[in-house]
């Protein structure tokens, strides 16, 4: 299983781009990298997934070094509505993938 | 329909009684999953059914029993439970071990 490492929690304000890193330094071949979101009281929901370089859906950005020893969330312009905990999960399959301890995202005004 | 809904979603229990929690999906899923969930912890796997047979226990203690009765259910009996065991209860499916997981809201459990 690949560990992986997110700050605790981080600030920002409503408008900002805010990037969140997920060290993931024993990741193999064959995994891949998703994010989740959660919001309390409620199950985590899929943000993005990938395996290298870049990817881009209607709500994120994912950039995944050369490397793939770390990945980056990416949010554009958030709101309050962001404010969350993300996940960071490494694996070739989700019987493999474990939560570790999120990153607390909280947007202020 | 892609929803997963789980019932009830609040339960209280004593800690002599059984009661169970339920879990359905209609995506067509063939995978899925029960999580448990402290208060600002990330959620830990329990149990993990792959086209309807338990693949995965993550040495949850027997009080804890899964059942899937078909593709689209999932139950989750319990008895005997300790308060220790309060906690929010994560149902999850996904269309394969390699896809995206999918989240039911949850069902808060409180033991007394």
């Known amino acids: 299983l690949a560990k992986t490492t997110q700050p605790i929690s981080m600030d920002s304000y409503e408008g900002q781009e805010v990037n969140i890193t997920c060290s993931h330094n024993?990741?193999?071949?064959?995994?891949?990298i998703t994010w989740y979101q959660q919001f309390p009281s409620q199950g985590p929901r899929f943000i993005i997934q990938?395996?290298?370089t870049k990817v881009t859906n209607e709500v994120a950005s994912l950039f995944i070094p050369a490397d793939r020893k770390s990945s980056t969330l990416s949010l554009p312009r958030v709101s309050l509505s962001d404010t969350a905990v993300y996940y960071c999960?490494?694996?070739?399959?989700?019987?493999?993938?474990?939560f570790g301890a999120g990153t607390r995202l909280t947007v202020k005004p | 329909d892609t929803e997963v809904t789980q019932t009830p979603k609040h339960l209280v229990m004593g800690m002599t009684n059984k009661k169970s929690l339920k879990c359905e999906q209609h995506?067509?899923?063939?995978?899925m999953y029960w999580y448990k969930q402290k208060a600002k912890k990330p959620p830990e796997l329990m149990f993990v059914?792959?086209?309807?047979?338990?693949?995965i226990n993550e040495s949850v203690p027997s009080r804890f029993s899964p059942e899937c009765p078909n593709s689209s259910l999932l139950n989750l009996h319990l008895h005997a439970l300790q308060p220790e065991d309060s906690a929010l209860y994560l149902c999850?499916?996904?269309?394969?071990?390699?896809?995206?997981?999918?989240f039911g809201p949850g069902t808060r459990l409180t033991v007394t």
């Open positions: 059914y792959s086209y309807e047979k338990l693949s």
């Open positions: 995506m067509g899923h063939r995978a």
């Open positions: 024993n990741i193999a071949t064959n995994d891949y």
């Open positions: 999850a499916s996904s269309q394969d071990h390699r896809y995206e997981q999918y």
């Open positions: 990938g395996y290298k």
């Open positions: 999960l490494v694996g070739d399959n989700n019987n493999d993938m474990r």
